[in-house]
């Protein structure tokens, strides 16, 4: 046998035809975060020839499987003139993050654009977040990863100068402790358990349900044994806030909370302000991002929204809230 082989071995190597077999390589699974802020590089902002010059800034994000959620970039840029200069930003589309105004002075920094900002930016606006001239959610559900580029138009004969921006991306899906569980519904997030073992049922891994917090309370009676709360449901409050504005025909807004369950899927009612009783108008699930759109109205009044109190098990006691009222004209 091992002269027959031998022999296989020479003819072989005599006629050319060597296989090399190489073991396979494992890949290397990379946990998904939710959230990723990307910064690119400032420099200097050319001034304008016969028309505005544009001068491009870019950064790449990092690859991801999920979809763009939301975004919001932050803007440092130095300028004597504002009215003299536009922002934009582009990646699957192009978006205005800042429009010029007349007589709006020297560029105030820095700027933050987020959709759900509370106000639009303006000629006397100090700095900020603020809500962009066109929305950032044109960029929702588009690929995350790959070329983001700020894109900086100045109609002045002289320079500027971008000191820093940065891309700030949340994804529709992600897995920061690298489980194979989703962290919309992996119930021990932050701690890797991809058996989502549960063996007491309490809507806790076993991996994060842990001793008594010294809150008092049982851990059998505790919804947040990790925590320490002097509740009914031993987990802490949380609050919510709110808003709501009109938009091209629509009424949206977003619930905001340090606990992500306590935005995700939040429900949300709008109510229109009347003598009496406010009447209920419609209830809605906000996303997980906690972002939510319905139509206009189609009478006029004055409209507001509610986030309704709720206990989410082995997280948080969610506080009720309420926006400011919008008014809505026929």
């Not at 440092?76 to 582009?90: E, G, I, P």
């Not at 899927?265 to 229109?272: I, P, S």
């Amino acid at each position: 046998m091992r002269l027959v082989m031998a022999r296989l071995a020479l003819t072989a190597l005599v006629t050319g035809f060597v296989s090399v077999v190489t073991p396979a390589t494992t890949a290397v699974a990379v946990p998904v975060p939710c959230v990723v802020t990307t910064t690119g590089t400032g420099g200097v902002v050319q001034a304008a020839g016969d028309t505005f010059t544009t001068t491009s800034f870019e950064l790449v994000a990092p690859p991801a499987a999920a979809a763009v959620e939301d975004v919001d970039v932050e803007v440092s840029l130095v300028h004597d003139n504002a009215s003299q200069v536009r922002v934009r930003l582009a990646h699957a589309t192009t978006s205005i993050l800042q429009r010029r105004f007349v007589d709006s002075g020297p560029q105030v920094r820095p700027l933050t654009w987020d959709d759900e900002a509370a106000s639009a930016y303006g000629p006397t606006s100090l700095a900020g977040a603020y809500r962009p001239d066109e929305p950032l959610a044109e960029h929702d559900g588009t690929a995350a990863q790959g070329q983001w580029r700020l894109l900086v138009d100045n109609w002045a004969g002289f320079r500027g100068r971008l000191e820093s921006w940065s891309v700030r991306i949340s994804y529709a899906s992600c897995d920061a402790d690298d489980d194979g569980a989703e962290d919309h519904s992996d119930n021990c997030t932050g701690v890797a358990n991809p058996d989502q073992a549960d063996r007491d049922a309490d809507g806790v891994g076993d991996a994060c349900d842990g001793d008594t917090d010294g809150d008092g309370r049982a851990d059998t009676a505790d919804g947040c044994r990790l925590v320490a709360a002097a509740t009914a449901t031993g987990c802490p409050r949380i609050a919510t806030q709110v808003r709501l504005r009109k938009e091209k025909g629509r009424l949206v807004g977003r619930v905001r909370s340090d606990a992500r369950a306590c935005r995700s899927g939040a429900e949300v009612t709008l109510k229109r302000a009347k003598p009496g009783r406010d009447l209920r108008l419609v209830v809605l699930r906000a996303r997980t991002s906690g972002r939510f759109t319905t139509r206009l109205p189609r009478a006029a009044g004055r409209f507001y929204v509610v986030v309704r109190g709720r206990y989410v098990p082995g997280v948080a006691e969610c506080v009720w809230s309420r926006s400011t009222t919008v008014r809505v004209r026929r």
